[in-house]
Antibody, heavy 118, light 108 residues
Framework: EVQLVESGGGLVKPGGSLRLSCAAS????????MNWVRQAPGKGLEWVSS????????YYADSVKGRFTISRDNAKNSLYLQMNSLRAEDTAVYYC???????????WGQGTLVTVSS | SYVLTQPPSVSVAPGQTARITCGGN??????VHWYQQKPGQAPVLVVY???DRPSGIPERFSGSNSGNTATLTISRVEAGDEADYYC???????????FGGGTKLTVL
């Protein structure tokens, strides 16, 4: 059974940093690209970042480019999102998801809440 | 940047057919995916590549895509189908994922 479990969310002040993790199991993690998608409270889904299976290809939304860094450790079956210079508008539930062809996400974690507030 | 436009809400009576549209410039040339999200839950992929269904998704869910509009069709709607639905594409010209704004399906 495919499982994705996010962790690392919490309350952080504006300008602060946070590192999210996503532990994957039930599939060969090193064979799949991965996505981060977020959802602000009461709002829709927003694609954040994608990383290919070997980390050769990395993409970011304009809203986070230069502040967020996606990475992965295939030996640990883990996906990460380093978030720096956080803003109030980054407040959201952050989901990791397994990526398939044409950018679709076929399995999602339950999400971790990031709150940016003073 | 590429924009996907969905109606904010769609209402349908049980047993009827719901159609949720997703508009985008020449979206027919892209692969469209649809997600269902119920309150407090993670999204679930219900249709991918315009019209394919993942295993476990009822045949009542179907999709089409042509021209500037993609459509998710839910036949014989049930109360349990009440949820938010999002369309999504990968914009290869900018290498960005794009989601529509979402449609709240209400079962009357």
């Amino acid at each position: 059974e495919v499982q994705l479990v996010e962790s690392g969310g919490g309350l952080v002040k504006p300008g602060g940093s946070l590192r999210l993790s996503c532990a994957a199991s039930g599939f060969t993690f090193s064979s799949y690209s991965m996505n981060w998608v977020r959802q602000a409270p009461g709002k829709g889904l927003e694609w954040v970042s994608s990383i290919s299976s070997s980390s050769s290809y990395i993409y970011y939304a304009d809203s986070v480019k230069g502040r967020f860094t996606i990475s992965r450790d295939n030996a640990k079956n883990s996906l990460y999102l380093q978030m720096n210079s956080l803003r109030a508008e980054d407040t959201a539930v952050y989901y990791c998801a397994r990526a398939r062809l044409q950018g679709r996400s076929d399995y999602w974690g339950q999400g971790t809440l990031v709150t940016v507030s003073s | 940047s590429y924009v996907l436009t969905q109606p904010p809400s769609v209402s349908v009576a049980p047993g009827q057919t719901a159609r949720i549209t997703c508009g985008g410039n020449n979206i027919g040339s892209k692969s469209v995916h649809w997600y269902q999200q119920k309150p407090g839950q993670a999204p679930v992929l219900v249709v991918y590549d315009d019209s394919d269904r993942p295993s476990g998704i009822p045949e009542r869910f179907s999709g089409s895509n042509s021209g500037n509009t993609a459509t998710l069709t839910i036949s014989r709607v049930e109360a349990g189908d009440e949820a938010d639905y999002y369309c999504q594409v990968w914009d290869s010209s900018s290498d960005r994922g794009v989601f529509g704004g979402g449609t709240k399906l209400t079962v009357l």
